[in-house]
């Protein structure tokens, strides 16, 4: 389906619309969008975001800063348990 606009000039003839028998192939009318597609394709070697890497990653900038960070421990972005 088209939409034609003319503005302005000559006065030209419209084209001939669709009947409907040669669009009788089924053609998707919705785009498809993959989550691990799009959550990885602006990284390019970037850590994942709240992953282990990136926490260390953003401490070792903060420190760089000067600003006061806790110290690395084993417990460092470590998941919490889920409750009940």
């Not at 282990?52 to 460092?76: A, C, F, H, L, Q």
Request: one cysteine or more; proline letters at 6%.
């Amino acid at each position: 389906m088209f939409l034609c606009l003319f503005a302005g000039g000559q006065v030209q003839q419209l084209p001939t619309g669709l009947t409907g028998e040669e669009g009788s192939e089924r053609v998707p009318t919705q785009a498809r969008f993959d989550k691990e597609r799009n959550r990885y394709k602006n990284l390019r070697g970037k850590s994942l975001k709240k992953s282990r890497t990136w926490i260390m990653e953003k401490k070792e900038r903060s420190r760089n800063k000067g600003r006061d960070v806790r110290p690395d421990t084993k417990y460092t972005a470590r998941k919490r348990p889920k409750p009940f």
